[in-house]
């Protein structure tokens, strides 16, 4: 009993080495010889290398101990550990002394002293030699055979591995789980839904087959079929795109305060497709971090290099827009070495790592790869996507689907453009115009003094005697401008914006493109956190637009279309209009410039001024008046008018075409950025004196990068870690493949794999399986089907008195676990099971029924708008995931925040999860609709049919039969539940939905079916893979 | 399949089963105390899984065992209220001496501001010698309860960033709040409510959200849980509609004996800990309400707080505090927003300032007079403040604001073994940098956590290959504010 709890409670505690080697009972490796690796590093590691290790500007009295030279050093007259001779190791009088000035380490340090049974470990392995090991996770990949007794169980590679050491122990491995649990288990690793209860019947029928030779083959067939069918459905992709979107740090908003949308799901797209097609890992690898870089890359490996736009960005004003760059790459770095490297890079980032062979400069060598992107904290680039663009099949959605994903928009053209139909839209538009309908008269322009002025990327706005402004630096091709001005009085009817050439510009401007041109996407005001959008905009001559660029366009609510010109080097001038004069309540206002509709497009320089009075639109009001003629009185002046302002509007409707969406992707800059050493990790503090630093890897890795003559981009980096002589990276991806199925990574710590990590359970076998990645040319399928097809997966979960001693944490396999499935995959269970999912694959996030209040606790209130229809039923990986407010199921059931990346998520069990599963409305009314599927596949009286449909309800749920005492149990609770609410109406009818009541069950009985329904989602049993 | 040892698993967790089932209100299970008072070192709490929240005594004497913390989000000005500045007064609208602004990074200002003194009146008050502003007549009846800290300083200047660095002791999402380690490291003394609650007034919620109560790379566990303050206080508390108390005890029996016969399948001790946590959930849908109940306080300390029945806000809020860690549970946060007055229409320093003075002064001063008149108040500790100050500068939006200030600003700390009545920490005679008693957030933390009875260099959580701790890497606890 109190071995027991202890056990339990190191569950949570660091010493898993400890645990493993010396656990009760465990004698495999008790008598061997000292190993540095096993049993000296991990010591060393945690006592000493912090002042004793590889950072060189923190060490203590020159002393390194983490290479045998540095340990074996000659320091005048002694060593701290001489080979051989334990009496003459400085190290281990110290770390025996009672003497507070001597003893190590110091108490200064508080550290844990060393144990006398650790310092007899030292003294043994100093007797022995002292013979160091390179860290083992930097060696080469080690092959083994193990040998095996049982032969017969053995069913492929993996099962050799365990099997000897379960040998070495005496233990035998649990049977063959059944095969219903089989079905449910593979279904849910593989998809992530329920198995249909055909397909566990069809699989129960072939599986189980009699014990002879012939009957084994049989069902060794039947289980293989199972798994390629599985392999090769697309919730194959979902399932483990999810679990690489968690690495990815994956969201669909911005994060920090603010934290608005952001388009980023092509990329999920992409993520799936390429787990579906298999694509191999190096690949996987090289598309996203340098996609861009491949020679004429296509749309979808662009896409994939979103995988690094998936940093948090402070949309808040006066955030210093450098400092926010800086984050996002150092965020890149250390992303990219904890999901390839299993490293933790970040600890070298204001010092060299205390634990592992990474420099402070290697660090910022990695940092250089990253350097150069051109995206500028909330700015970046761009590429247009279609729905269903990353599958191969881009589809223009429905119009009312467009207009969810656009959005609170005004103007936009829906489903093809028929000029009809057009003219009709256009007539309206320029009625709601009062500049069209404004009297004939000038207004007059009135200047004003800046307060402030900002850009959201870092160029250098300033405004020039004359009033006007002027960039005089650019970061960014998609800078936005913000400019705070005081206003004289605060009636403003109507905004000019000039756009004026500059001799400092390209081509004279006016704008920053090489050709002098540019492209505003979006111009408004902000005063009082409230955006004050125009009502329409319009060019005061033919010439002050391009016609596939109106000034419109800037007033349109839509970032994908701009406001350009014809660049001829003349002024031109856009005039944007309110409803009516606009009075607003504060004399400060601010002009928001946004350019995000291509690279290079902001402009040069500028002037803005404002009307009291609204200013007529003569061309608008001329072409209101064409237009309202019937076709056969139009002068052909009208009708080219009329043509032309089509064209116009054909060309804005192109670029919002299939209502493709701008994904973020990753570029480059034309000159890289300078990289130097942070000192301490702060960016105002570049190292110039240690010089300037050109992209590296960590050298302590192999393997080396040749030198080129050229600048090593990210594309070196991706190659890099997937170079088959590169050991890390096959380790780490393929320890994290096997923690999804067994609960916890052959190296449990799978995000560190340096000095500080636990050692790995089963060595050979890891080096087996990576070495088998990179021979299956690192298709991860294949490496699905081996583990799913091993005889070890394939274990009865179920917990062993002969275990609970000497491997309580089943660390060495001699069973499955039960696992509680992941927060998505509780709802999708239960979709599966009720029949309510919308299989659909891909495409823009979905916002399903959420507990009200959710925005109580973020600043700004997200909007939500439900959906409807099937799309409530989609699966939980295409619910919209804000990361200030998460969809409060994700949340309870311990998906991350995805502010950084999240190689492994926490498991627990709290009330706050029975609580979301009791009463959500979203799962009530899931369970209505599983129990109208009992009703529907079981029609019948409610009384005669009742077993059946609970029956049932078990093979729905978990993919069996319910025991007696289970039916009983729950027979007992629908009947009770019927009863009591025959005399609680009320109650019946908010249970009971209208499909059940139709099926000729009164609404007693039909809220006695649901209730069972929910009762069978709250077991645990059901949001458990067993 | 059945071959464990069925007894002693059951015996084990039927212990723990009902060992949670039958701690009472005010009564806390010594037993379980006792028994879960595993420190490994450096102090890392044995966190048993199945009960993740189970009180732990703190590795060290504590002083205090619990905590309040009002967070003024958004930053109040400590020059319009604790930091009297007659020398600023004077120099209204001269430039600063440019030798105070040199290496000074600011969010908002050009550089060109002048100096701005406080309209307000200041007065002497207590035995203190402290002087409190005028806006906040009812902090005059607390000023020699609590510890006034007017050296604070932070590192970041961004509202989100500096509400993380506040919280987490870093400016990056991603690691525990302060509430995450003290759960982390004490558990929580309620069996029927979350050991780590956040609360929310104004008119909108913090900037950060989430991040802000998040339990970053500790167990998720550890995450502080947002109760709204009337309606509701926790999302999918109520049965769903219709559903009488009847109803569902037969519900959460039948889900019970379910997965029991799982666990009698299967001998998964998981399967106890989720039927416990079924059986907590079905307590907290009375505990909560009952909690959020205000009707059963006396008219006299409704008075004290300024609270009017069924009226949400920080007064309500401060109410429901003291109700919450009379009831065991372990970490209070309330956030109270909008003190972002940089000086345009609804965030000025004239009746905007004013109305947030208004909204919390007095509540937060009956919290500590409430407290201490219910004994409470001496292993409770009270924080009140901001997520960095307000420069001496004025900043001329429609009228003229302070702009972030990350350099001096004041924060105050009561009960918890703080010494009651006592100035630490000084500004220069314009308020621009400290010049003694410098308190930095991280030294903070490190003194907050010695009160809980922590080394805040020993309570470390080790995630990716290092030993996180809450003071990062830096932090000295402050003895002389410690009686």
Known sequence: ??????????????????????????????????????????????????????????????????????????????????????????????VTSHDAGEMMPPPAAKKPAITAQEAELLRQWIQQGAKYQGHWAFQPLATAAPKVKNRKWVRNGIDRFILARLEREGIAPSPQADARTLIRRLSLDLTGLLPQPTEVEAF????????????????????????????????????????????????????????????????????????????????????????????????????????????????????????????QVMDRVNTTGAVWLGLTVGCAQCHSHKFDPISHKEYYRMFAFFNSTMDYNNQGPVTSVQRGEMFGKPETPAPEEQFAQLGPMRGVIRGALKQGEWEKMEI????????????????????????????????????????????????????????????????VAAVRLRALSHESLPKNGPGLAADGSFALSEFYIESEGASHRFISAFGPTAEDEQSAWPVRAAADGDRRTAWSINNNAQPREAVFVYPSAKVFASRQVQFIMRH????????????????????????????LEALKLPLNSRSPEQQAMVNAAFDSARAVREKQSGNAVMAMIMRDIDTPRETYIFTRGNFTRPDKAAGLLQPGVISAIP??????????????????????????????????????????????????????????????????????????????????????????????????????????????????????????????????????????IGGPSVRPPQP?????????????????????????????????????????????????????????????????????????????????????DEPGEFAAKLDARLRHAFTLCFSREPNPAELV????????????????????????????????LTEAQSAALVAAARALFNTDNFITRE | MNDYPKNELQDATRRHFFGQCAVGLGSIALNCLLARDGWSAPQRPKIDPANPMAPRKSPLPAKAKRVIYLFMAGAPSQLELFSDKPKLRELTGQSPPPSLLKGRRFAFLKGNEKLLGTKRQFSRCGQSGMTLSELLPHHHKIVDEVCWLRGMSTDVFNHGPAKLFMNTGFQIPGRPAFGGWVTYGLGSESADLPGFVVLQSGRRGPRGGASLWSSGFLPTSFQGVPFRGSGDPILNLQSPSGLTRENERDFYDIVGVLNKARFDQTGDPEIMTRMNAYEMAFRMQTSAPELMDLSKESAATLALYGVKPGEAGFAANALLARRMIERGVRFVQLYHTDWDHHGERGNNLDDDLEARCREVDQASAALVLDLKQRGLLEDTIVIWGGEFGRTPMGEVRETTGRDHHIDAFTIWVAGGGFKPGYLFGETDELGFGV???????????????????????????????RDFRLTDVHGKVEKNILA
């Open chain 1, 1 to 94: 009993m109190k071995r027991l709890k202890l056990c339990i409670s190191l569950l949570l505690s660091v010493a898993v080495n400890v645990a493993l080697w010396n656990a009760p009972g465990l004698t495999g490796a008790a008598a061997q010889e000292a190993q540095f690796n096993r049993d000296i590093r991990p010591l060393l590691s945690d006592r000493c290398f912090y002042c004793h290790g590889p950072d060189e500007k923190n060490r203590k009295a020159g002393l390194r101990l983490d290479t045998f030279e540095g340990a074996t050093k000659d320091r005048g007259g002694y060593r701290a550990i001489t080979p051989g001779k334990p009496e003459e190791s400085e190290l281990l009088r110290r």
């Open chain 1, 204 to 327: 129960v029928k072939e599986f189980n087959q009699k014990g002879d030779l012939a009957g084994l083959r049989k069902q060794e067939a039947a289980y293989s079929r199972l798994v390629e069918r599985l392999l090769a459905t697309p919730h194959y992709g979902e399932r483990w795109g999810r679990h690489w979107l968690d690495q990815a740090r994956y969201a669909d908003s911005n994060g920090y305060t603010i934290d608005g949308d952001r388009v980023m799901w092509p990329y999920r797209d992409w993520v799936i497709q390429a787990l579906n097609q298999d694509m191999p890992f190096d690949q996987f690898t090289i598309e996203q971090l340098a996609g861009d870089l491949l020679p004429n890359p296509t749309k979808a490996q662009v896409v994939a290099t979103g995988f690094h736009r998936n940093t948090v960005i402070n949309e808040e004003g006066g955030v210093d827009p450098e400092q926010a760059r800086v984050e």
């Open chain 1, 428 to 491: 309206a538009r320029l009625e709601r115009s009062p500049a069209v309908t404004a009297p004939d008269k000038a207004v007059a322009w009135y200047s004003f003094e800046s307060v402030k002025i900002e850009t959201e990327a870092n160029g250098k706005l300033r405004q020039l005697d004359d009033g006007s402004f002027l960039i005089t630096a650019n970061a960014s091709a998609n800078d936005a401008y913000r400019i705070l001005v005081r206003i004289d009085s605060p009636r």
């Open chain 1, 596 to 623: 995000d509709a291509g690279a290079r497009s902001g402009l040069g320089r500028f002037k803005i001024e404002i009307a009291r009075e609204t200013p007529r639109d003569a061309r608008g009001a001329a072409l």
């Open chain 1, 703 to 840: 393997p080396a990068l040749p030198e080129t003559g050229k600048t090593r981009t990210r594309m070196d980096l991706a190659k890099w870690l997937v170079d088959p002589a590169n050991p890390l990276t096959p380790r780490v991806t393929i320890n994290r493949i096997w923690m999804r199925y067994f609960g916890r990574g052959l190296v449990e710590t799978e995000e560190d794999f340096g000095a500080q990590g636990a050692q790995p359970t089963h060595p050979e076998l890891l080096d087996w399986l990576s070495g088998e990645f990179i021979r299956h040319g690192w298709s991860m399928k294949a490496m699905h089907r081996l583990i799913v097809t091993s005889a070890t997966y394939r274990q009865a979960s179920a917990a062993r008195k002969d275990l609970i001693e000497i491997d309580p944490r089943n660390l060495l396999l001699a069973r499955q676990e039960r696992l509680r499935v992941e927060a998505e995959i509780v709802r999708d269970a239960a979709l599966s099971a009720s029949g309510l999912l919308n299989a659909r």
């Open chain 1, 852 to 936: 009200a209040g959710v925005y109580a606790f973020t600043q700004s209130r997200k909007n939500w708008m439900t959906a409807s229809g099937t799309e409530r039923f989609r699966r939980a990986l295409y619910t919209h995931y804000y990361r200030s407010a998460p969809y409060p199921l994700f949340t309870t059931f311990d998906t991350p925040d995805f502010q950084t990346v999240c190689t492994r998520r926490q498991r627990s069990n709290t009330p706050l999860q029975s609580l979301t599963l009791a009463n959500d409305p979203a799962f009530l009314e899931i369970a209505q609709g599983l129990a109208a599927r009992l009703v529907r």
């Open chain 1, 969 to 1000: 149990a729950l027979r007992g609770y629908v009947e009770r539940q019927a009863q009591g609410f025959a005399s609680q109406p009320a109650s019946a009818r908010t249970l009971a939905s209208k499909e059940l009541i139709g099926a000729g």
């Open chain 2, 435 to 465: 010049v003694e008693g410098g308190m930095h957030v991280h030294d903070l933390h490190a003194t907050l956590l010695h009160q809980l009875g922590f080394d805040h260099e020993q309570l470390t959580y080790r995630f990716q290959g």
